[in-house]
């Protein structure tokens, strides 16, 4: 299986669910880290939407804001 392939798995998802938080930030971060190396301008898009939506469901001090922070920190030393 590809990136594109799961990406395109990513987006159905996202449009099968488009009300559900949860599945749209779990989507967002996903394609955020598989698009970290080639589409870092995307990634990054997707990463503030993944944050984003899980400060909606998530208190701050919750890991999966670590986990995105993780990932908008290595994009930003990617950039160096």
Do not use: W
Not at 4 to 31: E, M, R, T
Not at 33 to 58: C, M, N, W, Y
Not at 64 to 77: F, H, I, P, R, T
Request: aromatic fraction near 8%; glycine fraction near 4%; hydrophobic fraction near 40%.
């Amino acid at each position: 299986m590809t990136k594109s392939d799961l990406l395109s798995i990513l987006d159905g998802l996202a449009k099968d669910y488009p009300d559900d938080h949860l599945v749209q930030a779990n989507c967002d971060f996903y394609s955020g880290k598989l698009l970290i190396e080639t589409d870092p301008a995307s990634a990054r898009q997707h990463f503030v939407a993944a944050e984003q939506g899980f400060r909606k469901l998530f208190p701050p001090e919750h890991q999966v804001l670590a986990a995105v922070q993780s990932g908008l920190a290595k994009l930003s030393e990617n950039k160096s």
